[in-house]
């Protein structure tokens, strides 16, 4: 709590000039708020600046679309159709409503309810439950200055996303971790934390649980179907002392590559009161259309378009508009089809290399995944693998980079720093198995 606490404060700064019967002096004193200290040190500027700083570098670490995929042919077809009537790109044009495009917002609600019929499972929601937001970063930060105060509790999966860790750390929340494996977050792990908050007298401050349930990022790890409906009665049989909501991050739903997809979280909220959705068409569409929305609990809505309002009353308009015309003529579908033939391409690609370089290296493991964008390897105990440990800089000197594992666990909790996330969406084939190739002979050094 006293490193929350803490204010960056810039001395002030004194200057004399002239006469000193007839002194100047300045002083500036630029006190930073305290969001500001809260929102220091996180991973993504210092991974961002090592890759822009080595070019040459292979990054195994940037967590982007492939960009030989991106949709150029598709969004040309759909810009012509969206300009080809004058009063259409005129609405595109002009503002929007704060709580997005309603044709596209159906259109959203349509796919999502369909999703989980096809797998016999119903969807209840209105449009007036969709909020469309630059993308679904911009959702769960909004979430967040909706439902938390400093001091509050949300429960995450160890490990988890890192950038929504961040995202809780500005807002001066406690991020909490609780156990999970191949299966995703354990609900055993889940109780016994709940229990442990309500025997300090903390339960009252935990405001939601956190979950990526399909092919999480960092571990490409899905919430089995078993452990989906527990999740959710676990999180409203506990809503004892205040609602605790689930928060579904769903970003990587459309990148299955093999198996059956699973109902949404949403699904089993047979109230509508629990779960919170977030989704985006930027991993598998276009990142740089930047368009995501959010399924809302109805009560949650207007306080949430409340904060949208004091932010940009309304994502780019045009940006939905384009989106909606993608889904109108189809050509969302097709490209993502697409889209998971490459991307499967490109998984076998680098599990064959970790076969080939990482396989004989004793206490090195992977999970292998059946969709997203990231390998999670685990390295043998107590080897550091972040970057003030032996891996790091002799990784960077072999040519590759990629993301220490320790920036992705909780604040609070277990926090193990022998795991690292190799991403393969952005390299060609070629690439990943040198960078992997590269890596081996890292870690064989660093292992002396």
């Known amino acids: 709590m006293r490193e929350w606490r803490s204010i960056l404060k810039l001395e002030a700064e004194v200057r004399f000039a002239g006469d000193p019967m007839n002194e100047s002096t300045t002083v500036s004193h630029t006190y930073l708020s305290q969001r500001a200290a809260w929102a220091r040190g996180q991973p993504i500027s210092y991974l961002m600046a090592q890759a822009l700083a080595q070019p040459e570098l292979i990054s195994l670490a940037a967590g982007f679309v492939d960009q030989q995929t991106l949709p150029e042919v598709p969004v040309r077809t759909a810009l012509e159709a969206l300009l080809s009537d004058a009063t259409d790109a005129r609405a595109a044009l002009q503002y929007g409503t704060t709580i997005g495009y309603p044709p596209l917002r159906e259109a959203i609600r349509a796919r999502a309810r369909q999703a989980d019929h096809d797998l016999g499972e119903e969807t209840d929601l209105s449009i007036e439950q969709i909020v469309v937001t630059a993308g679904s970063n911009q959702l769960l930060q909004l979430v967040g200055e909706t439902l938390l105060d400093p001091g509050d509790i949300v429960l995450c999966t160890s490990p988890s996303y890192f950038v929504y860790l961040g995202t809780l750390a500005n807002l001066g929340a406690r991020s909490i971790g609780v156990a999970m494996d191949e299966e995703g977050l354990i609900p055993e792990a889940l109780e016994e934390e709940l229990a442990r908050l309500e025997d300090c007298g903390d339960l009252a401050r935990v405001k939601a649980i956190y979950c990526t349930s399909y092919f999480d990022n960092p571990c490409s790890v899905s919430l089995s179907g078993q452990r989906r409906p527990q999740l959710v009665d676990i999180a409203k049989r506990w809503s004892r002392q205040g609602r605790i909501h689930v ?130 390897v685990t390295m043998p105990n107590e080897f550091d693998t972040g970057p003030t440990g032996p891996l790091f800089d002799r990784a960077l000197e072999a040519g590759v980079l990629y993301v220490p594992g320790q920036y992705c666990y909780p604040r609070e909790g277990p926090r193990y720093s022998n795991t690292i996330r190799l991403s393969f969406g952005v390299q060609p084939i070629e690439a990943i198995d040198q960078g992997v190739r590269a890596l081996a002979v890292a870690i064989r050094e660093a292992l002396g």
């Open 247 to 376: 928060i579904e991050d769903a970003a990587y739903r459309d990148l299955r590559y093999t198996g059956n997809d699973l109902p949404s979280l949403r699904a089993y909220d047979e109230e509508g009161d629990t779960v919170i959705v977030a989704g985006t068409f930027s991993k598998s569409f276009s990142p740089g259309i930047r368009v995501g929305w959010g399924l809302l609990p109805e009560d949650l809505v207007g306080p949430l378009l409340e904060q949208k309002g004091n932010f940009d009353f309304g994502s780019p308009n045009f940006a939905q508009h384009l989106m909606h015309t993608v889904l109108d003529l189809g050509l969302f579908d097709e490209h993502v089809q697409q889209l998971r033939v490459g991307y499967r391409t490109k998984l076998d690609a680098m599990l064959q290399a970790a076969d080939q370089h990482l396989g004989p290296i004793n206490g090195v493991r992977w999970i292998a995944p059946t969709g997203g964008l990231y390998v999670w």
